[in-house]
């Protein structure tokens, strides 16, 4: 066995990474379910709201943050679906979601143009603007939630693992105690 020669403050500080971790994982996997159960197409109204929550939810751990990012084994996953679904979830939280990529958003404008007849356009100075992005096929969610759940249950075990470093479980509070980021 490895010794650990972190200092208590960076074992805390892990401790409350992977904790917000699968927080953020169970958020996600709320809102593929919420989606999965409500919305019938990408034109529903609750699409996009549920689509950027669980994507957002979803990529949070692995995007750089004062709390750290999760790296390494938390990236490498057993199935090839899983590899897949993670990349097209943090590539539509950096491109669609969270930044406008303009090589994935583009913006087309309609100057104002309407008809006044079937042979002629005429200027009404109401342009209109259409950015063009990428929805997830409905059937990505099921497979974003399931990925949830595989990496809440991994993180489950860690922080058992850590919590048992770190204390001794038998002598922990029966009550809720908070654990802060140092």
């Not at 403050?9 to 958020?27: C, I, P, S, T």
């Not at 491109?95 to 200027?123: C, K």
């Not at 048992?164 to 908070?178: G, I, K, N, T, Y």
Request: with cysteine.
């Amino acid at each position: 066995m490895r010794r650990d020669n972190r200092s208590s403050a960076q074992k805390r500080n892990e401790l409350y990474r992977l904790a917000m971790a699968r927080h953020d994982f169970q958020v996600s996997a709320n809102a593929c379910s919420s989606l999965i159960r409500l919305v019938t197409s990408d034109q529903d109204p609750l699409y996009f709201h549920l689509y950027t929550s669980a994507v957002i939810a979803y990529a949070k751990p692995f995007v750089h943050s004062n709390l750290g990012r999760l790296k390494g084994e938390w990236e490498r996953f057993p199935e090839s679906w899983m590899s897949t679904v993670h990349a097209n979830a943090v590539d539509a939280r950096n491109q669609v979601i969270a930044h406008n990529d303009p090589s994935i958003r583009q913006m087309w404008v309609s100057p104002g143009a309407s008809r006044t007849h079937p042979d002629t356009l005429a200027w009404d100075g109401v342009p209109t603007f259409f950015v063009s992005s990428y929805n997830m096929y409905l059937d990505f969610f099921p497979r974003l939630q399931s990925l949830c759940n595989y990496q809440m249950l991994r993180l489950t075990y860690r922080l058992r693992e850590r919590m048992e470093e770190m204390h001794d479980l038998a002598s922990l509070p029966v009550a809720s105690f908070q654990i802060t980021k140092d």
